[in-house]
């Protein structure tokens, strides 16, 4: 493999995601600290681990316990970095973003660092979290008026979601009052377009740059 990730190599990465007390996770978070690496590398490091247990359980050599247990973990990474991300670059509030995954999915660890983010750049974040239907995300357009409604879909089954939500929100007369970004791993760039959002984001970094883009700021 030869790929050395803080004294480890992608394997080593997928050994500490799959621990169960997860405790080896919030080790390797410090070290790559205290060596001077930037939070969001650390992310992408980790990812890379959950890439490969992604390619293994299609492969059928982890199951869906193992997603679970390395989910699990990536999530307690981020609490962990979380602080690490925001300091010191806040500023003042650029806009209100409501974040969700639609309705059907689960997956909320881009989405999460999407929002820690975003808030680190001084966007206010409403999160709405996993499964959210239409009649939600159309409730929190109208209730929180934010500037960028975000969604994000991980599934390929759930992805065709988003294109009813912003159906939902042309039936109430609110989709003009929102620009819409979309991610999410099977999202591209195309079906993006076709669905008629504004904006889309292959990772959390051209996610904040695209939100200040349709903000008509600077990224
Ligand atoms: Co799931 N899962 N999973 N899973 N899971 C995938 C997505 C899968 C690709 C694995 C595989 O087979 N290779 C596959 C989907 C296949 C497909 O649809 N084509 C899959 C499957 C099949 C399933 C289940 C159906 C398994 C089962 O039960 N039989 C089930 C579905 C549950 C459901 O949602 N209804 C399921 C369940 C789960 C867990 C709950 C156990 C767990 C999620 C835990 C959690 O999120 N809290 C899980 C995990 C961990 C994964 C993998 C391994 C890792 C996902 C992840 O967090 N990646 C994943 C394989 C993979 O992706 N390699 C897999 C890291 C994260 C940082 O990346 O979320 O892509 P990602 O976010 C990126 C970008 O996409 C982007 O920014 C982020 C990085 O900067 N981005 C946005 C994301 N949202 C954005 C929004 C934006 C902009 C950018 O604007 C709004």
Same mark, same amino acid.
């Given at each position: 493999?030869?790929?050395? %990730?803080? =004294?480890?190599?992608?394997?080593? /990465? ?16 410090? @070290?790559? %600290? ?6 969001? *590398? ?5 990812? &890379? ?15 869906? $316990?193992?997603?679970? +247990?390395?989910? $699990? ?14 300091? !010191? ?5 650029? =806009?209100?973003?409501? %974040?969700?995954?639609?309705? =059907?999915?689960?997956?909320? /660890? ?13 966007? @206010?974040?409403?999160?709405? !979290?996993?499964?959210?239907?239409? *009649?939600?995300?159309?409730?929190? +357009? ?7 409604? !975000?969604? $994000? ?9 988003? @294109? &009813? ?7 109430? !007369? %609110? &989709? ?18 076709? /669905? ?9 970094? @051209?996610?904040? &740059? ?10």
């Amino acid at each position: 493999m030869g790929d050395k %990730l803080g =004294g480890l190599d992608v394997r080593g /990465i997928v050994e500490m995601l799959l621990d169960f007390k997860g405790e080896k996770i919030i080790e390797f978070c410090r @070290e790559r %600290l205290d060596e001077g690496v930037d939070p969001y *590398e650390i992310f992408k490091e980790l990812s &890379r681990g959950l890439d490969e247990i992604g390619r293994g359980y299609e492969r059928g050599r982890y199951f869906t $316990s193992d997603l679970i +247990v390395s989910g $699990s973990n990536m999530k307690k990474a981020i609490e962990f970095l979380k602080p690490h991300l925001s300091r !010191g670059r806040g500023g003042p509030r650029r =806009g209100r973003v409501v %974040l969700g995954t639609v309705k =059907g999915d689960i997956h909320d /660890i881009g989405k999460s660092i999407l929002a820690i983010l975003l808030q680190a750049n001084g966007f @206010e974040v409403i999160d709405l !979290g996993i499964d959210v239907d239409e *009649e939600s995300f159309a409730k929190a +357009v109208e209730e929180w008026q934010p500037d960028i409604l !975000g969604m $994000s879909a991980l599934l390929t089954s759930t992805m065709p979601y988003m @294109e &009813r939500v912003i159906k939902a929100l042309e039936e109430r !007369g %609110l &989709r003009d009052r929102v620009k819409i970004i979309v991610g999410g791993r099977p999202v591209t760039r195309e079906f993006a377009k076709s /669905i008629g959002a504004d904006a889309y984001a292959e990772d959390a970094v @051209e996610g904040v &740059r695209r939100c200040l883009e349709l903000l008509g700021e600077e990224p």
